[in-house]
């Protein structure tokens, strides 16, 4: 019997009892954004914590943050192996509007072969997976065949503020060869992915005055600037008519896709009108020379997220309002630094200033961009452990998205990132009804225990 018939015998002798454990885990109502919820976060990190013991694993740790407490537990018997450092989060969103559950978020339930609950998906789910591949191996051969250590905290859900200290802290004690995370999707249902690469994000908020009130069109009108006209003007100026970036230097440092990236982009066999059918609209839009998966995955871009200014009430008011504003974020890809673009972003600004006005730049949180090479070992290990189990090729994709913990692990630890999720895109997270199809539960068990196989052998290799 192969390691992989094992493993299936395993999981499907345990399912009811994993799913039964799994559903305590899920009744923990860990919202980290609610300070009501401090006691439930701190028991969600005592039921991993306790978890771990009954795993044998060793050197066990609840740690306090500033924030929420961060969960460590190792097991490093495997010499001469590698290690693979797992990470995850134990929070959870908040569930309003509470009307449009079809269940209780906290009280799990199954429907249709998927799981209804609040973290179903998001991330406790796919943690607990982490757990049960690791008691199946211990159970079914006594041992692993890599080293692991394990870390997960308490703040993923309201941007991991205190994490980024913990790792500088415990740099040593999570030194290994690479990470896993299982908090990404499946390309679709059936279609396996493993996501080596992520954008990054920053942002502004351009603040214009221009006279020290609010004036009449009629008295004013042509002779004084208008706070709005001049932030359309600078807004206006950021990109061309086909949505390509003037800001000077905002190209300079990206990193170009190869054309084995792109080549596979388009094995996907990608169907662009299915968007403009999912968002309603007639025609794409974006930079010249690059699909969507391009633009969308590994592509920069500088989007208007809002506009405020001047009178908005029903009928009309004729004034020239004194101030304007806006907030635009961007998304980053490898090679570009947010600090660098919000300081070419603010020399763009100035200098397309319109004359009557001052304008104020508030800088947002940041997060770097992070890119795990496409043809890495440990990359195309985990597409062969897909391949095993779910009997299709493996799609490589990039996040158009960003988690900032994802680029500060990159950052502090120097390590490839590997990201092996089992949700998809139509499981509610953050919403109403989450759930999670436990068809990929069952089959990313299975997946993960055999990652752990192919990674040693490359130790061989």
């Excluded at 839009?285 to 690059?290: H, I, M, Q, R």
């Excluded at 600090?339 to 508030?362: F, R």
Aim: proline share 5%; with cysteine; hydrophobic share 40%.
């Amino acid at each position: 019997m192969t390691q992989l018939q094992t493993l299936n015998a395993y999981f499907a002798e345990h399912r009811e009892a994993h799913l039964n454990e799994l559903n305590e885990f899920l009744r923990i109502p860990s919202i980290s954004s609610l300070s009501e919820h401090k006691g439930d976060i701190q028991h969600a990190a005592e039921w991993l914590a306790d978890a771990f013991k009954k795993l044998n694993l060793e050197n066990i740790s609840i740690t306090q943050t500033a924030g929420h407490p961060v969960v460590y537990a190792d097991w490093l018997h495997a010499e001469g192996k590698p290690t693979i450092l797992f990470y995850g989060h134990y929070d959870v969103q908040p569930v309003d509007p509470l009307h449009l559950w079809d269940s209780e978020p906290f009280n799990p339930t199954i429907r249709d072969n998927k799981l209804f609950a609040r973290g179903a998906s998001d991330d406790k789910g796919q943690v607990f997976m982490h757990l049960k591949m690791i008691e199946a191996l211990f159970a079914t051969t006594g041992t692993l065949p890599v080293n692991v250590k394990f870390i997960y905290e308490g703040e993923e859900e309201i941007g991991s503020p205190h994490l980024p200290a913990y790792v500088e802290e415990h740099k040593e004690k999570l030194a290994a060869d690479l990470i896993l995370i299982s908090d990404t999707g499946l390309y679709g249902p059936g279609k396996p992915a493993v996501c080596y690469g992520l954008r990054g994000l920053t942002g502004v908020q351009i603040d214009v005055r221009g006279a020290k009130g609010d004036l009449h069109s009629g008295l004013y009108g042509g002779g004084v600037q208008n706070a709005i006209h001049a932030l359309t003007e600078i807004l206006a100026s950021f990109r061309d008519e086909h949505g390509t970036i003037q800001v000077e230097g905002f190209y300079d440092k990206v990193l170009p896709l190869t054309e084995e990236e792109r080549e596979a982009y388009r094995a996907l066999g990608f169907d662009e009108d299915s968007v403009k059918e999912e968002v309603g609209v007639s025609e794409l839009f974006g930079e010249a020379g690059y699909s969507y998966l391009e633009r969308t995955w590994a592509r920069p871009t500088l989007e208007v997220n809002g506009v405020f200014g001047g009178f908005s009430g029903e009928g009309i008011k004729t004034v020239l309002p004194a101030e304007a504003g806006a907030k635009i974020t961007c998304r980053l890809v490898p090679n570009q630094e947010p600090e660098e673009i919000v300081a070419l972003l603010k020399a763009h600004i100035d200098k397309h200033k319109p004359a009557g006005v001052e304008v104020t730049i508030s800088e947002f949180d940041k997060g770097r961009p992070f890119l795990t090479p496409f043809d890495h070992p440990f990359i195309q290990a985990a597409g062969r452990s897909y391949e095993k189990v779910y009997n299709v090729p493996t799609a490589y994709t990039r996040g158009g998205g960003s988690i900032p913990i994802v680029a500060a692990f990159d950052e502090i630890l120097d390590l490839p990132v590997v990201l092996m999720g089992f949700g998809l895109s139509s499981e509610n997270f953050h919403a109403p009804n989450e759930h999670f199809h436990l068809e990929n539960f069952d089959k990313g068990l299975r997946v993960l225990g055999d990652y752990l196989y192919e990674v040693a052998a490359l130790s061989k290799s």
